[in-house]
């Protein structure tokens, strides 16, 4: 069965510093692999997604995730936070199947940005 | 677009009551996932539906939720009775087709038992 891993429950960076999020999954093919991030009280909201092909992904706010399929990892980057980022951030991986498409998730890092 | 329609927002209620969840997806999705998010926790699939069938339900506690989408549009959460475990947020979903380019989430109903 697929899994998510999401080593680091919480990070606090200074805005404008570096961010590197950290995901690692568990999945016996190619993955569909996501990131979302959740502001308080709201739903998830897709930050980028890969497929296949280029293994850097760009997606909105300024967020980059690389997949690493020697070390299963889809780690999610930014070069400079905004305190608006601060929220808290979910890796999936999607597994297409007969037994119906499934979007399973890790359990989040939550994302402090200190002015 | 209109996103995804969720209500109430908030729920209080005493353990062993019922309660509903409404969810009203996307036009033109034909999929559509309640998802269960405990604090601290990443959301977990409860129900699975394509159109108006049941595609996956195997981790819905069935001796008390229940859950339905009648005329493959609309759907509806039920838990009877609430336990104090039930405290959640209570996500609906929906996607075009299998899922696979992502899947766009409601706000969010969050239920406290107490």
């Known amino acids: 069965a697929q899994s998510v891993t999401q080593p680091d429950i919480h990070i606090t960076v200074s805005e404008g510093a570096s961010l590197e999020l950290r995901c690692n999954y568990s999945?016996?093919?190619?993955?569909?692999l996501f990131w979302y991030v959740q502001s308080p009280g709201q739903g998830l909201q897709l930050l980028l997604k890969y497929f296949s092909g280029d293994t850097l992904v760009q997606g909105i706010k300024g967020f980059e995730a690389e997949f690493k399929r020697s070390q299963s990892s889809f780690n999610l980057r930014k070069p400079s936070v905004h305190w608006s980022d601060a929220a808290e951030y979910f890796c999936?991986?999607?597994?297409?199947?007969?037994?119906?498409?499934?979007?399973?998730f890790g359990t989040g890092t939550q994302l402090k940005v200190e002015l | 677009e209109a996103g995804v329609a969720q209500s109430p927002r908030y729920k209080i209620i005493e353990k062993r009551q019922s309660v509903a969840f409404w969810c009203n997806p996307i036009?033109?999705?034909?999929?559509l996932y309640w998802y269960q998010q405990i604090l601290g926790q990443g959301p977990k699939l409860l129900i699975q539906?394509?159109?108006?069938?049941?595609?996956?339900d195997s981790q819905l506690p069935k001796d008390r939720f229940s859950a339905e989408r009648l005329k493959g549009v609309d759907s509806t959460l039920k838990i009877q009775p609430a336990k104090l475990e039930d405290s959640a947020v209570y996500l609906c979903?929906?996607?075009?087709?299998?899922?696979?380019?992502?899947?766009?989430f409601g706000s969010g109903t969050r239920l406290t038992v107490v």
């Open positions: 036009s033109g999705h034909a999929t």
């Open positions: 999945y016996g093919a190619t993955p569909y």
């Open positions: 999936a991986v999607f597994s297409p199947g007969g037994g119906g498409n499934k979007l399973t």
């Open positions: 979903a929906s996607s075009s087709g299998q899922g696979i380019y992502g899947y766009t």
């Open positions: 539906f394509q159109n108006n069938g049941v595609v996956d």
